[in-house]
Antibody, heavy 118, light 108 residues
């Protein structure tokens, strides 16, 4: 079955960096667009970035543009999010999500918590 | 960037019809999707492409869209439908994705 497992979250100081990973299994990873979605404590969902199946197209929400970089390694069935210059308002659970061909997120990981605090 | 606006909360009694709205300038040209998120769980799609229901979602869930507003309707809401509901769409280019702020549905 489809499985997405995020890792790499943790506690980091403002201005610091962190790299999140999303390991995919149970489907042909290279056929699907993938996204990162985050949810601050007690807040709503926020889409932050997507990457096309080939990795050639990438888009970001304004809130992370210039600080976060999405990438993928199709042979390793993995997606990444490099987060630089982290701010306290980046504190959230970060989910990776698979996009299907009708445009919705049909599979989600369990999320990894990123806490930005001094 | 574009935004989707939802009411923060909706409350109904069991068996009543719950309607959750989502407004946004991009909606006339782009589909609306609806996700349900229960506490501590990942979101689950309940409506896609404005009004289609995925397999496994009860028939009491329906969606509609007109102009700049999309609506999720739960006919005969049940206590187990209590959750946060998020609308979702893309901009006209299809490259920017946005969730609405979410609506907490109470059924009591």
């Amino acid at each position: 079955q489809v499985q997405l497992v995020e890792s790499g979250g943790g506690l980091v100081k403002p201005g610091g960096s962190l790299r999140l990973s999303c390991a995919a299994s149970g489907f042909s990873f290279s056929d699907f667009y993938m996204s990162w979605v985050r949810q601050a404590p007690g807040k709503g969902l926020e889409w932050i970035s997507y990457i096309a199946s080939s990795g050639t197209s990438k888009y970001y929400a304004d809130s992370v543009k210039g600080r976060f970089t999405i990438s993928r390694d199709n042979p390793k069935n993995s997606m990444y999010l490099q987060m630089n210059n982290l701010r306290t308002d980046d504190t959230a659970v970060y989910y990776c999500a698979r996009e299907n061909d009708i445009g919705d997120f049909d599979s989600w990981g369990q999320g990894t918590l990123v806490t930005v605090s001094s | 960037s574009f935004e989707l606006a939802q009411p923060p909360s909706v409350s109904v009694s069991p068996g009543q019809t719950a309607r959750i709205t989502c407004s946004g300038d991009a909606l006339p040209k782009n589909y609306a999707y609806w996700y349900r998120q229960k506490s501590g769980q990942a979101p689950v799609l309940v409506i896609y492409e404005d009004n289609k229901r995925p397999s496994g979602i009860p028939e009491r869930f329906s969606g509609s869209s007109s102009g700049t507003m999309a609506t999720l309707t739960i006919s005969g809401a049940q206590v187990e439908d209590e959750a946060d509901y998020y609308c979702y769409s893309t901009d006209s280019s299809g490259n920017q994705r946005v969730f609405g702020g979410g609506t907490k549905l109470s059924v009591l």
